[in-house]
T-cell receptor
């Protein structure tokens, strides 16, 4: 079974721009979660989608949003990028909840 | 919110040595997960623990779910160079199994 895939792997943007990241979960997994990883804050939960609905949300500003499509693929969007948004963005999929399987991540650099 | 305190922050060992790291919390967790992350990659699930007192092995890795449900341990036996990486503990928090809280990680370096 193919693992979680994320595109693009690397992205460079400038402040004020917006960005969209994509995630394809493991086949059959309907839950997709997003995490931000930075050296200072570590891995932090952004949000989780299931059957096209956001079920859980972390403590991030409204500039961070996401959606899920009927095929369980998910996208996250960050608007009005700030320097502090530079991070590795990780997507994870899950079948039953407790155990989540991560993709390779998208490395976002904001200049 | 719930926090996970992971120690040690880093370890430098010789190939062949055994390694032990742990994770503690002030809150009860119903699941403990251990992940390993290589540079530039996403975390890979190593072991999942679902029951207090549970001891689970995956090859040279052994993890235990503390009986108080507030801690967990990961042991690596006979370390090899490819064990190098960052090891994270994690558990569901905020009342949802789908929202994981992570420790800050233990950076393991293995000297050949």
């Amino acid at each position: 079974k193919a693992g979680v895939t994320q595109t693009p792997r690397y992205l460079i943007k400038t402040r004020g721009q917006q960005v969209t990241l994509s995630c394809s979960p493991i086949s059959g997994h309907r839950s997709v979660s997003w995490y931000q990883q930075t050296p200072g804050q570590g891995l932090q939960f952004l949000f989780e989608y299931f059957s096209e609905t956001q079920r859980n949300k972390g403590n991030f500003p409204g500039r961070f949003s996401g959606r899920q499509f009927s095929n369980s693929r998910s996208e996250m969007n960050v608007s009005t990028l700030e320097l502090g948004d530079s991070a590795l963005y990780l997507c994870a999929s899950s079948l039953t909840g407790n155990t989540q399987y991560f993709g390779p991540g998208t490395r976002l650099t904001v200049l | 919110g719930q926090q996970l305190n992971q120690s040690p922050q880093s370890m430098f060992i010789q190939e062949g040595e055994d390694v032990s790291m742990n994770c503690t919390s002030s809150s009860i967790f119903n699941t403990w997960l251990w992940y390993k992350q290589d540079p530039g990659e996403g975390p890979v699930l190593l072991i999942a623990l679902y029951k207090a007192g549970e001891l689970t092995s995956n090859g040279r890795l052994t993890a235990q779910f503390g009986i108080t449900r507030k801690d967990s341990f990961l042991n690596i036996s006979a370390s090899i160079p490819s064990d190098v990486g960052i090891y994270f503990c994690a558990g569901p928090s905020g009342g949802s199994n789908y929202k994981l809280t992570f420790g800050k990680g233990t950076l393991l370096t293995v000297n050949p």
